[in-house]
């Protein structure tokens, strides 16, 4: 077992920086029992984002946000 963790070890070393964040996420990903929420997650996160660039939606400054919240909830 030692072997085959070393020798992955040193493979995935070899990898560019971004395949190996990629490479960790999907391992992290694995761990994970709710692995189809994340997913989910991180395709609405995917979405909203693509909204933002898109300028489908509008985005507000935070301080905005909290004072229509705070007037809603009075």
Do not use: C, H
Not at 29 to 34: G, H, R, V
Not at 44 to 61: D, F, H, K, L
Request: glycine residues 4%; charged residues 30%.
């Amino acid at each position: 077992m030692g072997n085959q963790l070393e020798f992955l070890e040193a493979e995935a070393l070899k990898l560019t920086s971004g395949e190996r964040a990629a490479f960790a996420q999907v391992l992290l990903a694995s761990l994970d029992e709710d692995a189809e929420i994340e997913e989910a997650w991180a395709n609405e996160v995917e979405r909203r984002i693509a909204e933002v660039e898109s300028g489908a939606v509008q985005v507000i400054p935070i301080a905005e946000a909290l004072a229509q919240v705070r007037a809603a909830l009075k």
